[in-house]
Structure formats: structure tokens, C-alpha cells
């Protein structure tokens, strides 16, 4: 039938919109709040921002999903009561299942384009999240150096101080104090000026105007220069990107290599506590989007009165959030405290699904009941 088809088509169109909204609600204050935490007010200048945001929007939008497919049905179905409509539908002879094959089909292709990014896509740019952290805590990018303070670099070797920034790359008044291995030297190097140069091995320290102290381990004499420009090289963040770190977490690989990384029953305990935790969320979240969508559907279908104007068909808008949340905290410090607890969550997704089922069976074998001439909501006689 035409009008169907068309009604199909709209009802998923609305869904699939509401839920777009609600998503970007969820997403944009996790994302920022993220950023706020990690990433100091240097950061802007620094360059960090746009790999920070990469690496931590994919996570945050397949997480927040499930939620966000969830809350759409239950609005979108509780206006639908509200407004008479699914009575309407009823007197045109749809069925339960007929009424709800639109919300299903979004949570269909909800759950495989939560897959698809819990699988490829976060794993491939949250390591940059985690990049940026590991810059910001060994401060090798130059541009989030404060002034009026030492840093130490290349493992204490190296001590670095300068005055006051003159521009996003220009310092005015630097101090280095430095042990040279090669010389076997204590060296201390003033300038009145330096800019921060990148190049593809990290960060060249041209300086100007400056004198040059050096004396030998051993020895109690100094030998000074003074000099118009001296170069040295620190290992920060040049222009091949973001240093790299010396670790690749679970959380970072694709697929493929995550199935091949699942530890034996002999691996150290962290080891399973960390794939299993991040299989957890992988694999049980994306499947939510249907789960939260049946359930809200169930809820509604069951709650609303023969006008639709129930003030209980709230109880859906508030349950799917409850749900989601008590499932990701049941993730993260259940399985994380015991690895075989996961089975308690499989088993909440698993009750979350069947009471779903259980509801919208009841209502099916209610308008089953109905008989054809009547044209009321199901289980309740035409008025």
C-alpha cells in the first residue's frame, strides 16, 4: 500500500532526525567537557585542539547512541499518543508490529553504525586523544611552555627557563642549563632571544644575542663565548606530528587485531580487565539502539490510554536514560573490578530486551483479539 509506505518513510524521517538532535545534545557537553579537563588554555595556540576533538567524538557518539535512538522513540511515540495518532493507525487496520517496523529499521541502522564506529573508527583516532595527553604531561610542544618557569628535558639532562613569550614562537630572555654527554661538559646557555623552529625531528632552539658558559666535569674553570646566533635541537613536537609513545593501548586496535589481542587464562589480570572492559563496550553498546528503541516502544504502546493522554507514558523518557547509564556504569567498574561479571551485564541487556518483546507481544495479541470492525487501540472497544 501507498499511504503505508508513506507514513513509514515519515515516521523514520522523524526519528531519525529527533535522534540526530539528541545526539548532538549528548555529545557536544561530554566532548567539551573532555577538553576542559585535559587540554590547558594553551592548547588553542598549540595546535592540540583538533586532534583532542578527533580522538575523543567517535567514543563519545557511539556511546551516547544507543541513548540518544532511545529517547527519539519514546518522544516521537509519546506524541504520537498524545496526539491520537497511533489510535488512527489502529482504526487503519497496522498492527503493533506494523506501527513500530519504522523505529526498528532506525535502531537497525543505528546498531550497525554503532558498530561500525566502536570497531574502526574510535579505535583509529582515540590514540590521538591519548597523543595530546602524553604531549601536554611531558610538555614537548613549545607552544604550551608558561613563562617564568623550568622544564626539564631528555631525562633530566636539560633545564630550560625563559622570560616572557614576544610572540607564538619568539621568547625573550631564555635560560639553559644542560650536561653535554659528548663533551662531558655542564653547560649554561643565555639568550636575549629564541624562536621555536620545527622541522621534521622536533624543535630547533635558534637563539640570538646570547653568551655560551661551559666547564669540564672535573675541572673548576669556565670558559665563556658570547655569540650572535646558536642552534640546538630538543626533542618536542616537530612537524611530523605528535611524539610517539613508547605504549599502544587495547582501545586503539582495529578489529581484526583487537580479536587476536584477547589475553589466554594465564595473562596478567590487568590485561583481561582491560580487553575485557573494552570488548564490552565495543560489542554491547551499538546493540542498545534496539534494545532502548523496543523498550520505549513497549512502554509507550502499554502506558498510553485509549486517547493517548497518560501522563505515565513519561515513564519511557526516564527509564531509557536510567537503563543506559546503569549498563555503562556496570561496564566500567563491574567488569573492571571482576572480568567475569561482564556475564551480569550481558544478562541486563538480555532482561532489557525480553521485558521489550514481552510488552509489545502483549499488545500485539491484543489487537489480534480486536475484531475487524472495531477501530479503537487494542484490547479497548471503537468509541
Known amino acids: 500500500?501507498?499511504?503505508?509506505?508513506?507514513?513509514?518513510?515519515?515516521l523514520a524521517r522523524r526519528i531519525l532526525f529527533t535522534?540526530?538532535?539528541?545526539?548532538?545534545?549528548?555529545?557536544?557537553?561530554?566532548?567539551?567537557?573532555?577538553?576542559?579537563?585535559?587540554l590547558p588554555t594553551a592548547a588553542l595556540r598549540s595546535g592540540l585542539l583538533l586532534p583532542a576533538i578527533l580522538g575523543t567524538l567517535p567514543t563519545a557518539v557511539y556511546i551516547a547512541l544507543p541513548m540518544a535512538i532511545g529517547v527519539a522513540v519514546a518522544l516521537e511515540f509519546s506524541r504520537m499518543a498524545a496526539d491520537g495518532m497511533i489510535a488512527v493507525l489502529y482504526s487503519l487496520r497496522?498492527?503493533?508490529?506494523?506501527?513500530c517496523l519504522p523505529a526498528a529499521v532506525v535502531a537497525g541502522v543505528a546498531v550497525g553504525f554503532g558498530y561500525w564506529i566502536s570497531c574502526y573508527v574510535a579505535p583509529a583516532y582515540v590514540g590521538e586523544m591519548h597523543d595530546v595527553i602524553y604531549v601536554i604531561r611531558?610538555?614537548?610542544?613549545?607552544?604550551?611552555?608558561?613563562?617564568?618557569?623550568?622544564?626539564?628535558?631528555?631525562?633530566?639532562?636539560?633545564?630550560?627557563?625563559?622570560?616572557?613569550?614576544?610572540?607564538?614562537?619568539?621568547?625573550?630572555?631564555?635560560?639553559?642549563?644542560?650536561?653535554?654527554t659528548e663533551k662531558n661538559e655542564e653547560e649554561i646557555i643565555t639568550a636575549r632571544q629564541t624562536e621555536f623552529r620545527r622541522n621534521a625531528h622536533g624543535v630547533l632552539l635558534v637563539m640570538s644575542h646570547g653568551s655560551f658558559q661551559s666547564r669540564p666535569i672535573g675541572s673548576t674553570q669556565m670558559r665563556t663565548a658570547d655569540f650572535d646566533e646558536y642552534v640546538i635541537e630538543l626533542d618536542m613536537q616537530g612537524t611530523n606530528g605528535m611524539p610517539k609513545r613508547n605504549w599502544v593501548g587495547v582501545f586503539e586496535l582495529p578489529l581484526r587485531k583487537f580479536l587476536e589481542a584477547a589475553p589466554g587464562p594465564n595473562a596478567a589480570h590487568y590485561l583481561i580487565v582491560d580487553w575485557m572492559s573494552e570488548a564490552a563496550k565495543r560489542f554491547t553498546i551499538p546493540i542498545l539502539a534496539l534494545a532502548h528503541a523496543l523498550l520505549a516502544m513497549g512502554l509507550v504502546l502499554t502506558l498510553a490510554n485509549a486517547t493517548g493522554r497518560n501522563a505515565t507514558t513519561i515513564a519511557a523518557l526516564v527509564v531509557i536514560p536510567l537503563v543506559h547509564i546503569g549498563i555503562?556504569?556496570?561496564m566500567e567498574s563491574l567488569v573492571r573490578r571482576d572480568p567475569r561479571l561482564v556475564a551480569l551485564v550481558a544478562i541486563a541487556?538480555?532482561?532489557?530486551?525480553?521485558?521489550?518483546?514481552?510488552?509489545?507481544?502483549r499488545q500485539q495479541a491484543n489487537f489480534s483479539a480486536v475484531p475487524a470492525r472495531e477501530t479503537g487501540p487494542p484490547g479497548r472497544p471503537a468509541a
Open 1 to 10: 500500500m501507498i499511504i503505508p509506505r508513506l507514513l513509514y518513510f515519515y
Open 19 to 38: 535522534a540526530l538532535l539528541i545526539e548532538i545534545g549528548l555529545c557536544v557537553p561530554v566532548v567539551m567537557t573532555s577538553l576542559f579537563h585535559y
Open 94 to 99: 497496522l498492527s503493533v508490529m506494523s506501527i
Open 138 to 180: 611531558n610538555s614537548l610542544n613549545h607552544r604550551l611552555l608558561e613563562p617564568a618557569r623550568f622544564y626539564t628535558f631528555d631525562n633530566g639532562t636539560r633545564t630550560l627557563y625563559f622570560q616572557r613569550w614576544r610572540s607564538p614562537d619568539v621568547v625573550s630572555n631564555i635560560f639553559i642549563h644542560q650536561f653535554n
Open 328 to 330: 555503562l556504569i556496570g
Open 349 to 361: 541487556v538480555a532482561v532489557e530486551f525480553l521485558v521489550a518483546f514481552v510488552l509489545l507481544s
